[in-house]
């Protein structure tokens, strides 16, 4: 199973950047349909972004859509979140997530993913 590392998070002004990276190893990174979701306090998680494993197709929920590019590198096993004028709605802990099928059916629902991170927190300041 494949084990996942998030980092970048941080405290940032509203209209501010971040990048969030999410690091992979023991499994065959390049066949993972990966997921970005997030976690605000006393909220269910929900799904933030993803890409397939070719970078064909990426997805994105609603509220995100615009400020937000996923990204995904296959020889450095890493996938990437580029997170621009961000909002303090977007105050949460955020979630690296792989599933290992290539499909991407269901890629919006948590059950689809069997491999999480330990979540990396983004604060935003008004």
């Known amino acids: 199973q494949v084990q996942l590392v998030e980092s970048g998070g941080g405290l940032v002004q509203a209209g501010g950047s971040l990048r969030l990276s999410c690091a992979a190893s023991?499994?065959?990174?390049?066949?993972?349909?990966m997921g970005w979701f997030r976690q605000a306090p006393g909220k269910e998680r929900e799904f933030v972004a993803a890409?397939?494993?070719?970078?064909?197709?990426?997805y994105y929920a609603d509220a995100v859509k615009g400020r937000f590019a996923i990204s995904r590198d296959n020889a450095k096993n890493t996938v990437y979140l580029q997170i621009d004028s961000l909002k303090p709605e977007d105050t949460a802990v955020y979630y690296c997530?792989?599933?290992?099928?290539?499909?991407?059916?269901?890629?919006?629902?948590?059950?689809?993913?069997?491999?999480w991170g330990q979540g990396t927190q983004v604060t935003v300041s008004s």
């Open positions: 997530a792989a599933s290992p099928f290539r499909d991407s059916n269901l890629y919006y629902t948590t059950t689809r993913y069997k491999s």
């Open positions: 023991g499994g065959t990174f390049s066949s993972y349909l």
């Open positions: 890409i397939n494993y070719s970078s064909d197709n990426t």
